[in-house]
């Protein structure tokens, strides 16, 4: 019961992930399946579920590809926590009315067993295959900040800022960027934003806007920690 994005049919779709020795191979519920070699993904990404309710593995791809006529550089792999804790309690009101406590005991427990199984999954790929290693956010790493209008939760990793719940997604890696600006930072605002720009001209500088200024001290050593 794993989803994919982008989406591999109907928004309902689920799906059987399987790690083979060269890459992966998602099954859907609906027989439709999609391989992914190890060798065409430039970045691993496990993000696990904390203060989210998301548990997701994510694929930067050296090479875009296509998949339902669009071409796509990020394959996501995840599992919704929240629903199942929902479907659980749904379960247990209908001998009981639980309280707040138990919902929120129920759902612990859900994020614990899901991490874990999530865990295992990307350890033993590690463990057969050397070559490959699995980012993961740090601990309260997490700001939010909008690009292209949305805003979304963004995260500091070992090697890379990125932001994997919400369309469009974002990987970026420092020792590929020419230049970092941090804008607006007026100690009379309360937010500053942020902008990337990659050595590759041909891209687009990604701008991070509405930063809350509480994280920027925290944003600038992690920054100053690549230069």
């Keep these: ?16 992930l399987i790690s083979f020795e060269n890459g992966f191979k998602y099954m859907s519920n609906k027989s439709e399946s999609i391989k992914i070699l ?6 691993f990404i496990f993000q696990p579920c904390t ?17 339902n006529k669009k071409s796509h550089q990020h394959i996501q792999f995840y599992k ?9 309690g749904d379960k ?15 759902e612990e427990e859900l994020k614990n067993h899901y991490n874990t199984m999530f865990i295992n999954f990307i350890t033993k790929i590690q463990n057969k295959n050397s070559s490959i290693k699995f980012d993961s956010p740090f601990e309260e790493s997490s700001f939010y900040g909008s690009i292209t209008n949305n805003t979304c939760e963004l995260f500091l990793t070992p090697e890379a800022i990125v932001s994997l719940t919400e369309h469009p997604f974002l990987v ?3 020792n590929e960027l020419e230049l970092v600006a941090l804008e607006r930072t007026d100690v ?3 937010n500053f934003d942020l902008v990337l720009i990659n050595r590759n001209f041909d891209l687009p500088p990604t701008i ?3 930063i809350e200024r509480q994280n920027l001290q925290t944003i600038k050593s992690w920054f100053e920690y690549f230069y």
């Design 172 to 174: 970026s890696f420092p």
């Design 38 to 43: 190890y060798s065409s993904v430039n970045h």
């Design 208 to 210: 991070i806007s509405n």
């Design 92 to 106: 247990h009101k209908n001998k009981k009315i639980i309280d707040e406590a138990e919902e929120e005991r129920i």
């Design 80 to 88: 919704e926590v929240l629903s199942e804790s929902e479907h659980i």
């Design 1 to 16: 019961e794993v989803r994919m994005r982008p989406l591999i049919s109907g928004k309902k779709t689920v799906g059987t």
């Design 51 to 67: 203060d989210s309710t998301l548990i997701i593995i994510h694929l930067f791809l050296k090479k875009p590809i296509i998949i």
């Design 188 to 190: 009379k605002l309360r």
